[in-house]
T-cell receptor, first 111, second 114 residues
């Protein structure tokens, strides 16, 4: 059963911020939110993860709502190379050794 | 190499043939996963190894699918008597620790069964 809901596709202009939403209304207290992306013909790549605080790394920012029922992945300055399928996954790392993928969001960055 | 390596990248098999797909994980990674990805879908879990022990094979679709990791490093996914519905990309991933570590994926092996 899917634990997350994402829009099937989104578009973004090159150089602008891409904001990818994810709903996870049934998330448990010990579950983290993970984001991976998959560029065409490649394997998925880890982006970022968080529990309840906002997180930032060199690739992206993750904003989690206070009730933790939804989150947004932000790519601050999207480039053409960011065109990919983005997967939002909830996982309790101390219990779940595997990632369960949904269908993700196809982000297309346009020139 | 620094990443997860999979071979072959592309495999075409006739229906009924056996195939073997190889995965070289990142050195020192304890955990290894196999996933199957059909066209237009997200990856689906097949099986999980911790070192040489196969701890979870709940995702293997039939007894024609078999995976091994005899020395706790390289793994092989074998599919016997291939069927057309086995056509997919088979992804291997490894992590330092199965529970807390980030998963590193290979580029996958694309299997086409004619």
């Amino acid at each position: 059963d899917a634990k997350t809901t994402q829009p099937p596709s989104m578009d973004c202009a090159e150089g602008r911020a891409a904001n990818l939403p994810c709903n996870h209304s049934t998330i448990s207290g010990n579950e983290y939110v993970y984001w991976y992306r998959q560029i065409h013909s490649q394997g998925p790549q880890y982006i970022i993860h968080g529990l309840k605080n906002n997180e930032t790394n060199e690739m992206a920012s993750l904003i989690i709502t206070e009730d933790r029922k939804s989150s947004t992945l932000i790519l601050p300055h999207a480039t053409l190379r960011d065109t990919a399928v983005y997967y939002c996954i909830v996982r309790a790392p101390t219990f779940d050794y595997k990632l369960t993928f949904g269908k993700g969001t196809l982000l297309t960055v346009n020139p | 190499g620094a990443g997860v390596s999979q071979s072959p990248r592309y495999k075409v098999a006739k229906r009924g043939q056996d195939v073997a797909l190889r995965c070289d994980p990142i050195s020192g990674h304890v955990s290894l996963f196999w996933y199957q990805q059909a066209l237009g879908q997200g990856p689906e879990f097949l099986t999980y190894f911790q070192n040489e022990a196969q701890l979870d094979k709940s995702g293997l679709p039939s007894d024609r699918f078999f995976a091994e990791r005899p020395e706790g490093s390289v793994s092989t996914l074998k599919i016997q008597r291939t069927q057309q519905e086995d056509s997919a990309v088979y992804l291997c991933a490894s992590s330092l620790s199965g529970y807390t570590g980030e998963l590193f994926f290979g580029e996958g092996s694309r299997l086409t069964v004619l």
